[in-house]
DNA sequence: TTAGGGTTAG
């Protein structure tokens, strides 16, 4: 029952109002109350467009929720003609929209993409609130431009309208993408000043800012003013040491973060387990894995395939295997990691096995093994291997065609290599500054002097150190010293004086045994006061070793306490290939009193000292121990050595069972070693092996092939 | 109502 109050009310209404256009107004309710329904229905059943496509069936605006609804569903589906509908039936039929209803369309058109229209919406100022200035920025940043993010940013600070924590956020991630340290920092002041810097999420940004920028100290200070960091603070700050190379502090942040029991995320996983696999740290790979059994992580595929990597580059092969062969998804990263594993360590036969097996392959499965047949020397196979990838696939980057030139260096086919450079030059390859270098290492290998100065010349801005050290070797290669001594000249005016240039210029003194042009190099750094850092010491100890100028090089050497391991390299192959076998025996020692972790370099210049001392069970020790204890894989020259350790003193047995044992061929120069061995130390069923392992290999087979049918394109 | 990090293979 209506009470008395209501009826007196309508029946003064119904006095007041004529009756046809109360008829038609109530209708016109009743219509857009239907019409609303039917948009809404058709969101809630996932017919947003169809929504979007009967809103300008009714002459009259829409309650505001609605709007807003449309606007959402435009945004999480980036939808741009549709944002354009709905923002148009907005403001045709409400003369002044609220300003709310404005920052949501803009935020929408942020979402599509479409930054001019948020933009022109943006620049009428008859309706602003801090939220527009807000969504614009926002706008801006999502879509890259933090350009414009920062500087609408700036004018926003200049009208006096307060920013808040949404603001800086947007804000700093555009920081983030413009990289600049200046404008981050004064953006960094702001925060301080308006007292965000507690805000976890601004001061995770500003982690990731600093560290971007290379400034890890500044990082590291911001990261522990966070009082409370989250899982993606410390994904952050796990991230940037991994990016700035500092894979020994990214694991001990990712070991911090599992302490304050907050859950790893599986970005943060797999950083850390990258990190390992970089140093190696096999223990510490190990523990990560532990962590992600304890947190259930170890389904997750990228997880799993992160692990096997660790374990293959960390040296642990069964354990990459045994996570491959457990049931389980495997996608084309697993396959191609496992795949890499084995080519890399020298294990061809089993990476092609499994590469056979292989359900799908991608280019980087391809590249992994031909990275383990140029790493074996085996060009042939390799080439093979080159002919069966260019039958089944288009798919070469920059990273194949390099390792194509090294193949085409590796047989000296200068044709091939031609043709190889033709492919680079048609598929805009050839100015990548790998393959462009790797096209100069070809003509320089397949002694092709001309073509190098062309190519050299060719490369123009392209040219870095190793451009400089390729072209100087090949020279050297020619015997031509002294044609490659003028090129100093040029070279300095075109790598004005810094010292990363000077040690390219010395570098390529080692290269040609140049010892006085070294020494002026040397005399003229000294005199005009440049700061000798470690790259250059490096590069000093290394040309003076090279020129057999040892004791000058130990005197540079002992100049600095560097504990750098490129500095002890220099210094251990010096003196290696100075035949101080006993003082490389020393360093050795050294370094690991002082912690410095040793790689492959190092042992190769132990087992060099081993085969000039005579120190042949010994250099077994070395030779075990590279795998057990310092996780290091042996290469091809650690077995080269071996091998000369073996044949040079007659142990015979020792050899045979060595080269049986090898997890790959022997390869030519290795069986001629062994079989010269034999013959000396008169081992007859040793020799007879080898030979009849020579023996099978054919000669090179004459250039007969076509790897890229097309005409290629010689531009020397 | 609106922010941050961004994954593994050569």
Redesign the pocket.
Known sequence: MPCMGEKLGASVLKKLIPKNILKTKTHQLHDIQALTNSILNHIDSGHFKKAVSIVFSKPAPFPFPIYARLFQQCSSERAAIEARIVESHLVTFNPRPPV?LI??AI?TYGKCGCLKDARGLFDDRRQRNG?TW??MI?AY??NGDGENALLVFWEMHRSGVLA???T???V??SC?GVLDIYVSRQVHGLVVNYGFCF????A??LV?IYGKCWFMDDARRMFYEIRNP????W??IV?RYLEVDNYEEAVVMFFKMVGTNVMP???????A??AC?NIPALKEGEQIHAVAVKVCFVKD???V??LI?MYA?CGDLVDARRLFDQPGSR????W??IV?AYA?CGRIREARKLFNDMPER????W??ML?GYTRLFQWEEALDFIFWMHRETNDF????LSLILNVCAGLSDILLGKQAHGFAYRHDLHSNTFVANAILDMYGKCGSLRSSRVWFSEMGHLRDRVSWNAFISSYARHGLSEKAIPLFGKMILETTGTELDFSTLLAACANIFALDEGKQTHAYMLRNGFNIDVVTRGALVDMYSKCRCLEYAIKVFEESSSSDLILWNSMVLGCAHNGKGGEVLGLFESMQEEGIKCDNVTFQGVLLACIGEGFVDLGKQYFDSMSKDFCIIPRLEHYECMIELYSRYGYMDELKDFVQNMPFHPTVPMLTRIFDACREYRHSELGEWAAQRLNEFKPLIPFQFEIFPDNHIDTL
Do not use: Y
């Open positions: 709310f920052n949501r935020e939220g807000n969504a926002t940043s999502q808040n924590e949404i800086f956020a947007s700093l991630g983030a805000n976890a999420i601004l995770s940004s990731d989250n899982a993606i603070s994904n952050v991230r995320l599986t970005f943060t996983f797999s950083s387990l990258v696999s595929k990228i997880v395939n992160s990597n580059k996608d084309v990263i697993t191609t990691s890499s890399a991608g280019v980087i499965s590249n992994a990275v980057d920059s990273f194949s």
